[in-house]
């Protein structure tokens, strides 16, 4: 059999088609993370705000001062709580928490691959450094 | 993975290693596979080169559509297959350049009627091939063609150097035949 060598050029290749994947898939799940970080920070400045101005938590600390009220009287307080609260803001908030969640269960198994494939570009970046 | 322990693994563990983001893995692969594959594709495009560059194709695509292989199935098999894909797709493409190509030798510098003597030459030599045993041919086309040596024909065929010698012999002989029945 003639004897050829493709194995560098193969690796380069694939080396340089790694790269530019692994940058790309790791860019978009930190721009998606961080804009739903983002979105989830803005929507509880949001519902802070809403809540202050109706001074909710004011009435919450009040009850919260005696516990008794609340574990005696825990549907009012609930009932209070659901109707000061914001529901639009909450549900927003709620469903990006879900989706963040869902991203991070979803994206498991892939970002193990991906933290491998970076940890064996990065040796053979260093590989090539060197020599 | 060591480099050594990866020698001994089998090819379908190594490409669920790729799968889970192994690039040693692949690397090893393609050490294993180079070899046989450039035989391969050099018997069914005629050019050492080409045949080259079509199996550094081959394992480039093999990594970008690594993760849909299925593991339960013979992986030399699908590799070969979509090897000669590749290869199909070359010869393809080279059958769209030949007239160009052919013409420009033409311009360039032989006669017209040298070239057709060559044509009919090859013609001939090729209905001749397709009349003698298929083991010859292949033994004629490795050691002629691709111009391997009696070891890369016996590594190729798995068989012993000697048969290679004594079947090109009788390959010879069996062609001469033919050539002269023509």
Do not use: C
Not at chain 2, 149 to 161: F, M, N, R
Request: net charge positive; hydrophobic share 45%.
């Amino acid at each position: 059999m003639k004897k050829i060598d493709v194995t560098k050029s193969v690796m380069d290749s694939i080396v340089s088609f790694e790269s530019k994947r692994t940058k790309k898939w790791l860019g978009i799940l930190l721009l998606v993370v961080v804009w739903i970080l983002i979105s989830i920070v803005l929507v509880g400045v949001r519902t802070y705000g809403i809540l202050s101005e109706r001074h909710t938590l004011d009435v919450l600390e009040i009850l919260y001062q005696d516990r008794e009220i609340i574990a005696e009287f825990w549907q009012d307080t609930l009932l209070v709580a659901w109707e000061e609260f914001p529901q639009q803001s909450m549900f927003i908030g709620v469903g990006l928490i879900s989706i963040l969640i869902g991203i991070w269960i979803v994206t498991k198994r892939r970002r193990k691959i991906m933290v491998r494939r970076i940890e064996e570009l990065a040796k053979r970046q260093k590989r090539r450094n060197n020599t | 993975m060591q480099a050594r322990s990866m020698k001994m693994i089998s090819d379908e563990a190594l490409v669920r290693d790729v799968q889970e983001g192994s690039i040693s893995a692949f690397e090893t692969l393609v050490t294993r596979y180079q070899g046989k594959l450039h035989s391969f594709v050099s018997y069914l495009v005629r050019d050492s080169i080409a045949a080259q560059d079509i199996v550094q194709e081959s394992f480039v695509s093999l990594y970008k559509t690594i993760d849909r292989i299925d593991t339960e199935k013979k992986f030399s098999v699908y590799l070969f297959s979509m090897t000669r894909n590749h290869a199909i797709s070359y010869l393809r493409g080279r059958k769209v350049h030949e007239p160009l190509e052919h013409a420009m030798h033409i311009s360039t510098g032989e006669s017209p009627e040298i070239v057709l003597e060559q044509k009919d030459e090859a013609a001939r030599i090729e209905d001749a091939l397709s009349s003698i045993d298929e083991k010859f041919v292949r033994v004629i086309r490795l050691y002629y063609f691709d111009n391997l040596s009696y070891e890369e024909v016996g590594a190729y065929l798995k068989i012993p150097v000697n048969t290679v010698r004594t079947r090109l012999r009788r390959a010879k002989a069996a062609l001469r035949t033919a050539l002269e029945t023509l």
